[in-house]
């Protein structure tokens, strides 16, 4: 009769706290942004036709990868996240629209936070794996 019951090196673990916490940071953030991004292009001080809006199409991309828990979104997405805090530090001083520079700062702030919740997230991750892998060489030999 086969045993049907995976090994314990089968059996997913449950993530850690911190892994939950930043998972859901990183998630509100980024929903954050996305609705702040299409907020201030398209109501409260649109450019041009709106096209500026487009520019929350990666953080649309990246909200699969942050839900299923992808290390590899939450690494390009620490890095893309800049891109953002970039275009803030640039509209922060040249937007004319009365809370343009208001809307600006608000986005590198986001962009900051979305940042260190990714961050987190990674060294959270890293950091369960090094503990899984001690926990094994801990075990004796069966």
């Known amino acids: 009769m086969k045993n049907d019951t995976p090994a314990p090196d089968d059996v997913p ?10 998972r859901w940071t990183a998630l509100a953030l980024a929903l954050a942004l996305i609705a702040h ?15 500026l809006a487009l520019k929350v199409l990666p953080l649309l991309l990246a909200l699969p990868g942050l839900w ?22 640039v509209r922060v001083l040249g937007e004319r629209a009365p809370a343009g520079p208001a809307l600006a700062l608000s986005e590198i702030v986001l962009a900051v936070l979305l940042f260190a919740a990714c961050a987190w997230h990674v060294r959270a991750r890293l950091a369960a794996g090094r503990l899984q892998v001690a926990e094994k060489a801990a075990e004796p030999a069966a």
């Open 13 to 22: 673990r449950a993530p850690t706290a911190p892994v939950r916490h930043s």
């Open 37 to 51: 991004g299409l907020l201030w292009e398209l109501l409260i001080a649109p450019t041009g036709r709106g096209t």
């Open 68 to 89: 299923r828990m992808r290390l590899y979104t939450y690494r390009w997405l620490s890095l893309a996240v800049w891109l953002y805090a970039a275009e803030g530090g």
